[in-house]
């Protein structure tokens, strides 16, 4: 938490309000599912958030401009050139996945909390944004929250606990006039498990969760507080053409899916950012973004081909990288032959040159994945590192399972998409170390919208026995027991460990971060174990910039602070 929070702390009655006194609450309806509600209609919109992620470290870290020699520090137009399509600008449908939250909605808007993005030696951690503190209850259900006073939305109204009400309405209320079932869809799996929210005091509210919620002050990072005066004035239907929030950032206008300019916010809380004004166009073509950065079109690139890095090096960019929770991996069908036998999930674990695929295809862009948990979060222990490239253990677990002579599977791999690297180069390398020791596989693409869709239906496209993509497992902790839980709305596999259900679900209702880790911990070294995935490579996040580009901080996170970006004129 930030210095000017309080520790985390248990009390029976909110400060101020004896025994028996409640305040005017905002339950929702009677009979309204609690969890996960309309997880369906969500499709692309949480599936994609779910499967995309992407993490830095390799050609340089930490920071991508120190400064330039004289001349002014601050100021400057920031053009970024992102991989996949823009996200709707209305708070938390977005629909872009984690790189629109990061590069637009997190600019526009701020929750209650926040990442804290300063650092780049260790996993981003939770701190105060539009709350100062928070308190917990001994029923580990009922959270308190200390308001932060002063905080003016870009249009210059005031934030306050009757703004928080005002947007909770609308995620949560189907009554509210300004709800909508995209809104209520895409805030299920961060404020669905919220059950009553109360007013206290202009700067304090209190959130009843439906369960304990360990990780509550991390899911209200996510749930996005836009101006209740501009949604008023545009209704719901028309406020993603002028959304207005809190954050660093204003919107200026936007071409709908191509492009949207941001206007430095000079009364943002946190002091106003440096840059004038931050553009985000969409390049999801790799040639095309590397090019755009050679012309000045762009300053800034995510993901740069990794062939493409020596030669823009060589012309002066910088290319900033960093660990962070990222798995490119295969989701393998363990409910059916052969997948089904752990024996078989493993030979094919062996099977991989993960070093090659590192080092060879992706220019030190990426990292060997040998277990189930990413070197960049909490959950890693180098001890737990078991699956190196061994062919000959991979075909005597094979002729142990009753496959010496192999056998034929299918795969379906994304064509491109957020946080998915060069997939069908990466699908095609993993294709022929399964050849070398009997497995062939036939590789279907489709792009990425359809196989984020169908996952989302809890179907594969193309009908193949695995999917190829990346995600991220802890950039909120809300979606883990999606990826590895029993029973998950999404297709992952059908993978299924009591144990592992049993450790999420001590993790999950836990507010102590220390024993939330260790029962996170060991349950990914039971799913490293199970081998339910092929764990292939972590990303290392590269974002390649042009010379006149400072002051970026790359954290080990998906998200990134742009408050201390600026760009030499």
């Known amino acids: ?97 984690y790189e629109g939250k990061r590069l637009v909605s997190f600019q526009l808007y701020e929750g209650l909390t926040r990442y804290d993005l300063s650092k780049t030696d260790g996993p981003a951690e939770i701190t105060a944004a539009l709350a100062t503190s928070w308190k917990v209850a001994e029923d580990r259900r009922t959270w308190t929250f200390t308001l932060r006073k002063g905080v003016k939305f870009q249009d210059g109204t005031a ?58 002050p ?105 660990s962070y929770d990222h798995l490119w991996y295969w989701i393998l069908d363990t409910a059916a032959e052969p997948w089904s036998d752990p024996r078989v999930r493993r030979a094919a674990n062996y099977a991989i040159d993960r070093e090659a695929i590192a080092e060879e295809l992706l220019h030190g862009t990426a990292e060997p994945a040998r277990q189930a948990a990413p070197p960049g ?27 010496a002579d192999g056998f034929t599977t299918s795969v379906t791999v994304p064509t491109g998409g957020s946080g998915n690297l060069v997939p069908v180069p990466i699908a095609e390398a993993v294709q022929r170390d399964l050849a070398a020791v009997g497995i062939e596989v036939e590789i279907r693409t489709t792009d990425w919208s359809t196989l984020i869709s169908a996952e989302a239906e809890g179907q594969v496209a193309r009908g193949s026995q695995a999917i190829a993509q990346s995600t991220t497992l802890f950039q909120s902790e809300a979606l883990l027991p999606l990826f590895i839980g029993t029973d998950s709305p999404f297709w992952t596999g059908h993978y299924s460990n009591p144990q592992v259900d049993e450790l999420l679900a001590s993790a999950g209702a836990s507010a102590d971060q220390a024993a939330r880790e260790a029962d996170y911990t060991q349950a990914l070294e039971l799913v490293t174990q199970d081998a339910p995935w092929l764990f292939v490579v972590n990303d290392r996040n590269p974002r390649a910039v042009s010379p006149d580009v400072h002051g970026l901080v790359q954290p080990q996170s998906w998200f990134l602070d742009l408050t201390t970006v600026w760009v030499a004129r």
């Open 1 to 97: 938490m930030s210095d000017d929070e309080e520790p985390m702390t248990h009390h029976q009655h909110p400060p101020g309000h004896p025994p028996g006194h409640r305040p005017a609450a905002h339950p929702l309806p009677a009979g309204r599912p609690r969890h996960r509600h309309r997880l369906r209609l969500r499709a692309a919109g949480l599936a994609a958030a779910l499967l995309l992620p992407f993490a830095a470290a390799g050609c340089g870290t930490g920071s991508a401009a120190d400064g330039t020699a004289g001349g002014a520090r601050t100021g400057g137009t920031l053009v970024i050139g992102a991989t996949g399509k823009l996200p709707n600008p209305d708070t938390v449908i977005g629909g872009a996945g």
């Open 159 to 216: 934030f306050d606990a009757d703004a928080v009400v005002f947007n909770l309405d609308r995620y949560l209320d189907e009554k509210s006039p300004y709800y909508t079932d995209a809104l209520g869809a895409a805030a299920g799996e961060y404020a669905g498990g919220i059950t009553t929210y109360t007013k206290l005091a202009d700067d304090r509210i209190q959130l009843v969760t439906e369960k304990p919620n360990g990780h509550f």
């Open 218 to 322: 991390q899911d209200l990072a996510h749930v996005l507080i836009a101006s209740p005066t501009a949604v008023r004035k545009t209704g719901s239907a028309k406020f993603s053409e002028h959304p207005v929030g809190t954050g660093p950032f204003r919107f200026v206008q936007q071409t709908a899916g191509e492009q949207i300019e941001l206007a430095r916010f000079d009364g943002y809380w946190r002091g106003a950012p440096k840059l004038d004004k931050l553009v985000v166009k969409a390049l999801p073509d790799a040639a095309a973004r590397t090019a755009a950065l050679r012309s000045g079109s762009v300053n800034w690139i995510e993901y740069p081909n990794p062939d493409d890095i020596p030669s823009l090096e060589a012309d002066g960019a910088k290319v900033v990288t960093n």
């Open 377 to 403: 979060t909490f959950a890693h222990d180098p001890a737990d590192d078991t699956y190196d490239h061994d062919p000959d253990k991979a075909r005597a677990l094979l002729a142990e399972a009753g496959y």
